[in-house]
């Protein structure tokens, strides 16, 4: 069983940084892939950046790749997104994920590939 518990969400003025936290466990570093995904208001969710765990392998969304960065600490089980540069549309509940999946497949970040989602933390960013 996999566990997932995201922190760190907040409010924030656009321009501005933030730092998510997400502490797993119950997971095999090995053939598994982690990921955030966000679900914006009448859209559908979007898995905006992944992690490939085996080779630190990261891959982003168009609309953060250049301002967010995915990254994990194995001694600590914590996967991290830093996120710059925040703007307004950046507003939403953020989920950490994760499921067992190839390479490729983790690159492609279908939202339908990840089979464990934290409870999600909220981000908030005014103008």
């Known amino acids: 069983q996999v566990t997932l518990v995201e922190s760190g969400g907040g409010s924030v003025q656009s321009g501005g940084s933030l730092r998510l936290s997400c502490a797993t466990s119950g997971s095999s570093y090995h053939g598994f892939c982690l990921g955030w995904i966000r679900q914006p208001p009448g859209q559908a969710s979007e898995a905006i950046a992944s992690?490939?765990?085996?080779?630190?392998?990261?891959n982003y969304a168009d609309s953060v790749k250049g301002r967010f960065t995915i990254s994990l600490d194995k001694v600590t089980n914590t996967m991290y997104l830093q996120m710059d540069n925040l703007k307004p549309e950046d507003s939403d509940v953020y989920f950490c994920?994760?499921?067992?999946?190839?390479?490729?497949?983790?690159?492609?970040?279908?939202?339908?590939?990840?089979?464990?989602w934290g409870r999600g933390t909220q981000v908030t960013v005014s103008s």
């Open positions: 992690i490939f765990t085996d080779a630190d392998s990261t």
């Open positions: 994920t994760g499921g067992y999946m190839d390479f490729s497949t983790c690159a492609g970040r279908r939202v339908v590939d990840f089979g464990w």
